[in-house]
């Protein structure tokens, strides 16, 4: 009985000792937990730090959208850039306002925290209606004047001091809205600021100033195929990027789709912020104010002997939302009239403001044709789209039976809702609405040929009993496309008779377009940027739909003058009229006449021209207003070539930043060493607040045979060691 | 002392067939965990032989061409690498039929057409490579009558759950998707791996493309 048990316990049945089975115990829990580990980094966040090869990790962004419900992301970049490298930029913005023009100066500060000397090159969005009269490169205490030159020279200028080393500065307009920075040679730890100086309009619409800088882009969408930019049948020569840097290629299309295309980066939502801004405002309204405020940020306000001192209450924001300030006088205060004036190179150049009359009695309602274009693009993902969904709700409410409607949708391709729009009844409304609400955002943003479909929509039916009904677009957009002009010209030619409104959605849509499409189409425009103003702005647009329009107007100024905007824009109730004139004649003084059409009647008031005035801005403010005149001349088929022959000269005897002019800072002595080369940098802009980035369904992408393998090698792996326990213990 | 027998002699009946069951069940789990393994890496190495054949059937014959009888997908298009000199076919569809066998593009935008074309594969398989790939490199997809040239511009890691890119995305362009981390044993996390590629591009695929397709 060599065999005798040892003395166990009744019913014990284990086959090992005691030692032998923590031993298999330790074995299978370690195999276990190696197995579970695995697991739980295949389920983790994938962005897990710990998960990801340390080289690879270039920046972990913790900040989550409004919209986004993931965790950490983590952007992998194949090169050795390291977020250290990066270039940082640091704003500050200082307005002072007075009476109906603001001067800004916009001093941005790009530092180099890196090794090398590096070039950065900043997308920078501006106001579309200033004038951008200087650029100044700073290097510590010293001031660098900027010159302004024609564009390909100040191209070559730049690029010279470039090369030779030297710290210099170039600022480029790409769009009224878009221009680009670019600052050469910035030492190794160290900074160059650039300082833009602008004169910009305020608004003065319903009783209420404002002012709109925007901070950031929104990403505009390139349509057109790839093109050769040389080639293309639209090419503007002078308008052409000299590199392609953009993350777009050219399209016939867009064939400066690199310049308009910069890199983004995530809204910070607590500091270090990616890109602080911030604010100095000095207010001197000169009449007592109801309230002063800022529709998308926080302001800590100081009452000083003269007006108001404004700054963010945070001291710094991101510059992920346009800035947008508003100060309302008390009610007696309102003015109704104001003259400016400016006397520069000898030339008297004045700016008239008159508030047209208001109906005294409510107008009978027209009838109304509403077609809405809804934008459903991948960049309204996010807060926009349900803004905009909103927005189009509240349109569909305000129709009454007797009206018509139709409805386009559209993303890189569009949809009609009725082929021919249909009356207003409940049938009809409650399919739009289910159709709205069925909606989501994605995709690219073919804006021309839905714009062309709603344009060209079939008129409802003309033996209709009553005078045909008002057709009125209104549009549904953050006008993210990089095909401006296209657009333009095709509101040029095709808008007949239809009114074109514009809603322009986010938190940085593109004032420019927004703008510019509401004039084209004798419209207005209104923004939403956040869900609480849908209802006040649409109400305010459906306002200026249904009231009368003040047409016809004529200004006779005291002696000869050359004004603009010309001709005269038609205005809808509580806006000014505004004009901006250069007078020339023997005459000092005088009154200036206006006269115009209102509700039928004919309307006549007289403004005092005061002997002379000294408000800076007016004659560079009439430059540019002359400018913009000469611009949309491109969008009505005038060659390039005519338009630039004679906006040049204007440009660069007003000093402005144009399309075919540019402002270039170099410092006069060479800094960079002889062996250290320059690397060039781009300045990501913040992606605009609420919006999300493109949603993409994913599909599966991995089998299960890494795991079966591993499941196979571990049973394997278990049951030779079972048989080799078995084997000591058992049967030896 | 027979109490004590008995009770040893069924102690020794029984201890070994319990441990020898589970060596063998072990040994049959392993078997099949490793059966299953080979057939996904079988499938993943043969069928694209056939999924060649089928491709270029298909550009000759501008016509769709399944690469084997009850195939429920068939070759769209040829993505090329030639940095890691390395080409992948790609079936129509992403359903995890069509990624057994090959690289599977969505069906939403086509090659070349304004919008981001998906293309996703299986880490373990396919799109195993696309941890190499670096920005800057170039792609080329050969697809109906057109080569369409891609540069990468961006590799972000993506989750599943939220859809979300993080990257500036072209207007036309290219989307590779694969699942992420790439050394994860358990497949269905949310991690994704997307490299962005944007349209630089294209060109009519010539006769002389075509027969150099048929030739490899």
């Avoid at chain 1, 910009?200 to 349509?223: H, K, N, Q, W």
């Avoid at chain 1, 459903?376 to 009454?400: C, E, H, N, Y």
């Avoid at chain 2, 299953?36 to 079988?42: I, N, T």
Wanted: overall charge neutral.
């Amino acid at each position: 009985m060599e065999m005798l048990p040892t003395m166990k316990r009744p019913g014990e049945v284990w086959p090992w000792p005691s030692r032998r089975r923590w031993l298999f115990a330790a074995l299978v829990l370690i195999a276990t937990g190696l197995l579970l580990g695995k697991v739980d980094a295949s389920n983790a966040q994938p962005a897990a730090p710990g998960v990801a090869p340390a080289q690879e990790l270039a920046a972990v962004d913790k900040s989550i959208g409004e919209e986004t419900v993931g965790g950490p992301r983590l952007r992998l970049h194949g090169s050795s850039a390291s977020i250290q490298d990066a270039l940082q930029l640091e704003s500050r913005l200082e307005l002072q306002i007075s009476g109906l023009l603001a001067s800004a100066t916009l001093l941005q500060t790009f530092h180099n925290p890196g090794q090398e000397w590096v070039e950065a090159e900043y997308l920078l969005p501006l106001p579309h209606e200033a004038a951008v009269t200087q650029m100044e490169l700073r290097v510590g205490e010293r001031v660098i004047l900027g010159e302004i030159r024609e564009r390909a020279e100040a191209r070559q200028v730049y690029d010279a001091a470039r090369r030779a080393g030297k710290r210099s500065a170039l600022l480029e307009q790409q769009r009224p809205h878009l221009f680009t920075t670019r600052v050469a040679n910035i030492p190794p730890g160290e900074e160059i600021a650039v300082a833009v100086h602008m004169v910009l309009p305020v608004r003065y619409e319903d009783g209420e100033f404002s002012l709109r800088f925007p901070t950031t882009v929104t990403a505009p969408y390139i349509p057109g195929f790839p093109h050769p930019p040389a080639q293309s049948p639209l090419a503007m020569p002078t308008w052409l990027p000299l590199d392609g840097s953009g993350w777009a290629t050219a399209t016939q299309a867009v064939p400066d789709a690199p310049l308009l295309t910069a890199p983004q980066q995530r809204s910070a939502t607590e500091t270090p912020l990616e890109n602080p801004l911030s604010l100095k405002v000095e207010l001197r309204p000169g009449i007592p104010l109801a309230e002063v405020d800022a529709r998308y940020h926080t302001l800590a306000i100081d009452r000083r002997d003269e007006g108001f001192e404004l700054a963010f209450s945070e001291g710094t924001v991101e510059m992920d939302r346009d800035l947008v300030l508003s100060w309302r006088p008390q009610e007696r205060h309102r003015p109704q009239a104001a003259v400016f004036q400016e006397t520069f190179e000898g030339e008297r150049y004045a700016m008239m403001m008159l508030l047209p009359p208001v109906a005294d009695a409510p107008v009978p309602r027209q009838r109304r044709e509403l077609v809405l274009v809804l934008d459903v693009s991948g960049s309204m993902q996010g807060a926009p789209i349900r803004q905009a969904k909103q927005a189009v709700a509240f349109a569909l409410d305000t129709l009454q039976p007797e009206d018509y409607f139709n409805l386009v949708v559209f993303n890189d391709r569009h949809r009609v809702l009725f082929g021919q729009s249909r009356l207003a009844d409940e049938a009809a409304l409650d399919e739009a609405r289910r159709f709205v609400a069925s909606l989501s955002a994605d995709r690219g943003t073919e804006m021309l040929p839905a714009l062309s479909a709603a344009l060209s929509l079939s008129v409802i039916d003309a033996d209709l009993e009553s005078a045909s009904p008002l057709r009125q677009l209104i549009f549904v957009t953050d006008g993210a496309v990089g095909n401006e002009h296209e657009l333009m010209a095709l509101l040029e030619r095709h808008r007949g008779d239809a009114r074109l409104f514009t809603v322009g959605i986010g938190s940085a849509p593109n004032n420019y377009f927004m703008h510019e499409a509401a004039r084209s189409g004798r419209g207005s425009a209104v923004f939403i940027g956040q869900a609480s103003e849908v209802s006040p702005q649409m109400r305010r647009l459906f306002a200026d739909i249904q009231q009368p329009m003040v047409t016809n107007l004529n200004v006779d100024w005291p002696g000869s003058a050359e004004a603009y905007p010309a001709p005269i824009p038609d205005l809808y109730a509580g806006q000014p009229l505004i004009q901006l004139a250069r007078l020339s004649g023997p005459l000092r003084e005088g009154r200036i006449r206006v006269t115009g059409t209102f509700a039928d009647r004919h309307w006549e008031q007289q403004l005092a021209l005061p002997r002379e005035g000294d408000d800076a801005g007016v004659a560079a403010t009439w430059a540019r207003r002359k400018l913009d005149g000469l611009l949309r001349e491109l969008h009505r088929g005038i060659p390039t070539e005519e338009v630039r022959s004679r906006a040049l000269p204007l440009a660069l005897k007003f000093s402005l930043a144009s399309p075919f002019t540019s402002f270039v800072a170099v410092e006069q002595e060479p800094r960079r060493p002889e062996g250290a080369s320059v690397s060039g940098r781009k300045v990501p802009n913040t992606r605009p607040q609420g919006q999300a980035a493109q949603r993409f369904a994913f599909a599966q992408g991995a089998t299960s045979a890494p795991l079966n393998l591993a499941l196979a090698l571990a049973c394997l792996g278990l049951a030779v060691l079972m048989l080799r326990l078995q084997r000591r213990d058992s049967w030896v | 002392m027979g109490m004590i027998l008995t009770a040893e002699h069924a102690m020794r009946r029984r201890r070994p067939p319990i441990a020898r069951y589970l060596t063998v069940a072990l040994l049959l789990g392993s078997l099949t965990q490793f059966a299953s393994a080979g057939l996904v890496y079988a499938k993943a190495w043969l069928a694209p032989l056939l999924i060649e054949r089928a491709f270029i059937a298909s550009q000759q014959r501008h016509a769709v061409v399944r690469p084997w009888p009850w195939a429920d997908t068939w070759p769209v298009a040829r993505l090329q690498v030639p940095r890691l000199s390395l080409q992948r076919h790609v079936l129509a569809g992403d359903s995890g039929e069509a990624l057994a066998f090959a690289a599977g593009m969505a069906p939403q935008v086509r090659p070349g057409d304004p919008g981001l074309t998906m293309i996703s594969g299986h880490r373990d398989t396919h799109f195993r490579f696309l941890s190499k790939l670096q920005v800057g490199d170039t792609l080329s997809l050969d697809h109906e009558d057109q080569r369409i040239h891609y540069r990468i511009t961006d590799r972000v890691v993506a989750d599943a759950r939220d859809g979300l890119i993080d990257a500036v995305l072209p207007a036309r362009g290219l989307l590779l998707v694969t699942c992420y981390p790439f050394d994860a044993l358990v497949p269905g996390g949310p991690g994704r791996f997307v490299v962005v590629a944007e349209q630089i591009g294209n060109e009519a695929l010539s006769l002389v493309d075509r027969g150099d397709a048929m030739l490899r």
